[in-house]
């Protein structure tokens, strides 16, 4: 089934810690997106992608990278974790119209 | 860039009764208006959508109405029940831009009161 994935759901880890959340679509969309959102609060659009070897910065700076080097595939890493990167990640695809989201990633950084 | 404006940001009414949720957007380029909803815990899911050749659109309980002139567009629920609790975002695009796709509202509380 044509769907977005995101990996892992939830995540503790550690001040300093490297992460990197993963993102895979499985709806051959070219455009793809992540935002950042605190619960049931505004959706924070950081990064984003034309497609294959496309990266942009999105309204929301953030201090997290994104490469984009399969058009299915777009992950996000966050070289070390601070308390405040705790929040809910959001991934996101689309090509024409409706935009479809991944079931999010919660992030707690202690 | 496009800027959207959504109105209120908590909404609560009484079961049976009718909500709406207003919308206003600065770009007249934009042509496509989606409308989703987020349950708690759960992703954005599209509920309803409208493009700018249209006035109105309905499906079942919910209808959303665009004025092109005015830039603005509403989202109409009748009859809510109590699953119609949830966060809704409404978003405008215009499809003949890049990659930055939808920019959303900040989200309504609705909340539906037994």
């Known amino acids: 089934e044509a769907d977005i994935y995101q990996t892992p759901r939830y995540l503790v880890i550690g001040t300093g810690k490297k992460i990197t959340l993963e993102c895979s679509q499985t709806m051959g969309h070219d455009k793809m997106y992540w935002y950042q959102q605190d619960p049931g609060m505004e959706l924070h659009l950081i990064h984003y992608?034309?497609?294959?070897?496309?990266?942009e910065k999105g309204d929301l700076s953030s201090e997290s990278t994104v490469s984009r080097i399969r058009t299915e595939h777009f992950p996000l890493t966050l070289e070390s974790a601070r308390p405040s990167h705790t929040s809910q990640y959001l991934c996101?695809?689309?090509?024409?119209?409706?935009?479809?989201f991944g079931p999010g990633t919660r992030l707690t950084v202690l | 860039g496009e800027n959207v404006e959504q109105h209120p940001s908590t909404l609560s009414v009484q079961e049976g009764d009718s909500a709406v949720i207003k919308c206003t957007y600065s770009d007249s380029a934009s042509n496509y208006f989606p409308w989703y909803k987020q349950e708690l815990g759960k992703r954005p899911q599209l509920i309803i959508d409208?493009?700018?050749?249209?006035g109105e659109k309905k499906d079942q309980r919910i209808a959303v109405t665009l004025n092109k002139t005015a830039k603005h567009f509403s989202l109409h629920i009748t009859e809510t029940q109590p699953e119609d609790s949830a966060v809704y975002f409404c978003a405008a695009l215009n499809s003949g831009g890049g990659a930055d796709g939808l920019t959303f509202g900040k989200g309504t509380h609705l909340i539906i009161q037994p």
């Open positions: 992608s034309y497609g294959v070897n496309s990266t």
């Open positions: 409208i493009r700018s050749n249209v």
């Open positions: 996101a695809s689309r090509q024409v119209g409706e935009q479809f």
